[in-house]
């Protein structure tokens, strides 16, 4: 059978944060789009249906998923040993840690909801210009016609623009570009990571540790006084951090300017890190438990967890996608 759940962050991943629960380790989930607390599965959250699928002659659908799969199966052999060793020295272990990062950097669905947007945005402008009168329009068909990329009969120029006008349409993206995109990103960006210095932060024995989300890539200006901005921070740019939770007791901080040094943290440092990943989730936070605490401002006393689901701050609009 073809696997039709997709996750676009790992299970291995996911299950540093999980407790045990029968067959399938479970996470305690803060959501804000059904604003509620609840316990689910690892195999039931950051999972859209058919992310992965491909639609190639002379490949399954599901052939990117199981290359997937090989790396996930790689990745948490990784993440076991860094876990254990508590630091960065394996040279192999932080390779595959920082494929991980980059992963979750480009292939998420809020991404391909910008970049669906963009391109719908193109197309709009192309409509409009293409409808700028009927003997532009009419021009155009012709065109298209001559290399049989239309039929002879087509929508009139007035139902074309009445169409249009009333914009009851959704211009969507083939799975093949989206990934074809991401791959190509990927091959961009990853040199940029390995370019960075990497703290590893150790959280305190009595620490209630490190949470994650459903989009755990946080990327923030260095200077609090520049974030939430006009301009947004650029992974190839100075000046900036990247975070990544690797565990309930490690985080990653990476910046061009620091170079690669291992910290043990005080909850109030914990607790901040856990503010950036909160404020930069999709739709849902993950935890072992309630007991975390998370700083979402500089200064601002560290909250407990159970707190987060009444926090406005986590609790604004974001975009929805096919969870399952």
């Known amino acids: 059978m073809t696997a039709r759940k997709h996750h676009y962050v790992p299970q291995c991943y996911l299950k540093q944060f999980a407790v045990s629960h029968k067959k399938i380790p479970q996470l305690t989930v803060f959501d804000r789009e059904r604003r509620k607390v609840f316990k689910a599965g690892i195999d039931n959250v950051a999972a859209?249906?058919?992310?992965?699928?491909?639609?190639t002659e002379g490949y399954d659908p599901d052939t990117f998923e199981k290359e997937m799969?090989?790396?996930?199966?790689?990745?948490?052999e990784a993440l076991?040993?860094?876990?254990?060793?508590?630091?960065?020295?394996n040279e192999e272990d932080r390779a595959?840690?920082?494929?991980?990062?980059?992963?979750?950097?480009?292939?998420?669905?809020?991404?391909?909801?910008?970049?669906?947007?963009?391109h719908a945005q193109m197309a709009r402008i192309i409509m409009d210009n293409v409808l700028a009168t009927k003997e532009t329009y009419d021009r155009h068909i012709r065109e298209v016609q001559a290399v049989g990329r239309l039929p002879e009969s087509t929508?009139?120029?007035?139902?074309?623009?009445?169409?249009?006008?009333?914009?009851?349409?959704?211009?969507?993206?083939?799975?093949?570009?989206?990934?074809?995109?991401?791959?190509?990103?990927?091959?961009?960006?990853l040199p940029l990571?390995?370019?960075?210095?990497?703290?590893?932060?150790?959280?305190?024995?009595?620490s209630a540790g490190f949470i994650t989300s459903d989009h755990p890539f946080c990327l923030m200006w260095s200077d609090p006084?520049?974030?939430?901005?006009?301009?947004?921070?650029?992974?190839?740019?100075?000046?900036?951090?990247?975070?990544?939770?690797?565990?309930?007791?490690?985080?990653?901080?990476?910046a061009f300017e620091v170079e690669n040094a291992v910290h043990d943290i005080t909850e109030n440092r914990v607790a901040s890190i856990n503010?950036?990943?909160?404020?930069?989730?999709?739709?849902?936070?993950?935890?072992?438990?309630?007991?975390?605490?998370?700083?979402?401002?500089?200064?601002?006393?560290?909250?407990?967890?159970?707190?987060?689901?009444?926090?406005?701050?986590?609790?604004?609009?974001?975009?929805?996608?096919?969870?399952?």
């Not at 980059?102 to 669906?116: I, Y």
């Not at 349409?169 to 990103?185: A, D, M, P, R, W």
């Not at 990571?193 to 009595?206: I, K, N, S």
């Open 48 to 55: 859209q249906r058919d992310f992965n699928t491909i639609e």
């Open 69 to 76: 799969s090989g790396f996930e199966t790689e990745l948490a």
């Open 80 to 89: 076991h040993r860094i876990n254990a060793a508590r630091t960065l020295e």
């Open 96 to 118: 595959y840690l920082l494929n991980l990062v980059g992963l979750t950097a480009m292939r998420n669905p809020r991404l391909r909801e910008t970049v669906r947007q963009a």
């Open 155 to 189: 929508v009139g120029y007035e139902d074309m623009k009445k169409f249009v006008r009333e914009g009851d349409y959704k211009i969507t993206l083939s799975n093949n570009f989206q990934i074809g995109q991401e791959i190509t990103v990927f091959d961009k960006i």
């Open 193 to 206: 990571l390995f370019q960075r210095g990497w703290m590893l932060l150790r959280a305190l024995e009595d």
């Open 225 to 254: 006084k520049r974030r939430g901005g006009f301009y947004p921070p650029g992974l190839g740019l100075r000046g900036t951090e990247v975070y990544f939770s690797v565990s309930p007791r490690l985080a990653l901080v990476g």
């Open 275 to 324: 503010g950036a990943i909160v404020a930069t989730a999709r739709a849902q936070v993950y935890a072992r438990d309630q007991n975390f605490t998370y700083a979402m401002q500089v200064e601002e006393a560290p909250k407990k967890g159970s707190r987060l689901i009444m926090d406005k701050r986590f609790l604004r609009p974001d975009e929805k996608g096919e969870e399952e």
